[in-house]
């Protein structure tokens, strides 16, 4: 039987991760109308050449661990029951509201590596996300019952993942020639 779950990024998956990166540099590059174009903005910038050394693999995971009380990243990892991993997806659960240049960026957010789409595992990721964002209120003693996603109107699968998810549509933002993003509150 298959496991899947959530991790700390850790140097053990280095090889599965950087083949899921490739993948989802490639399939940026394949789609001329990216409707998920902020989401996947860090992972489009890796220089994928320079990760393949090891010190190098190292000190990223070190920089994406470092701010970890205010922006907490896990990968999603597939085990079979030959003890084999692979690297699915990542999650990033924010403490604080974000915005890069244009969008807001909510509490999660989520990528499933583009080979492994379609099979379930972007409503897994958000499921296993938000079981972590209550342990982190918990345990943080923080007065939050519940957090707040985005995407855009045209990212079908994200929209459906977050309803999904028990989702409750609660704003539609106008961002001009980027088109429209949604903003959903999410019970924890
Ligand atoms: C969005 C994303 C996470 C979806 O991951 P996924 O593993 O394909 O999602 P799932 O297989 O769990 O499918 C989720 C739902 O979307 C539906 N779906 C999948 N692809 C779809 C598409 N192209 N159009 C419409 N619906 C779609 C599925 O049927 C499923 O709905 P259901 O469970 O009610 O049947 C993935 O495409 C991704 O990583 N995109 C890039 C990053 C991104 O957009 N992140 C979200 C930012 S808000």
């Not at 989802?24 to 590059?29: E, H, L, M």
Request: glycine share 6%.
């Amino acid at each position: 039987m298959q496991k899947s779950f959530l991790v700390e990024p850790a140097f053990k998956y280095k090889k599965s991760f950087l083949k899921a990166m490739a993948e989802v540099q490639s399939d940026s590059q394949n789609n001329s109308f990216d409707s998920t174009a902020s989401a996947t903005m860090f992972e489009k910038k890796l220089n994928l050449h320079d990760l393949n050394d090891d010190s190098v693999f190292k000190s990223f995971l070190k920089k994406i661990k470092a701010k970890a009380n205010l922006k907490k990243t896990f990968w999603l990892i597939n085990k079979k029951e030959s003890g084999e991993e692979t690297f699915i997806g990542r999650v990033r659960i924010r403490q604080a509201l974000d915005k890069d240049e244009k969008f807001i960026l909510g509490h999660i957010g989520y990528l499933i590596r583009p080979s492994m789409r379609g099979l379930g595992y972007g409503n897994l990721i958000l499921r296993l996300a938000l079981k972590k964002a209550k342990k982190i209120v918990t345990d943080l003693n923080i007065n939050q019952d519940q957090v707040l996603l985005a995407c855009k109107a045209t990212n079908l699968a994200s929209k459906k993942i977050i309803l999904n998810n028990g989702g409750v549509l609660s704003k539609e933002i106008d961002l001009g020639k980027s088109g429209r993003e949604l903003l959903f509150w999410i019970k924890l």
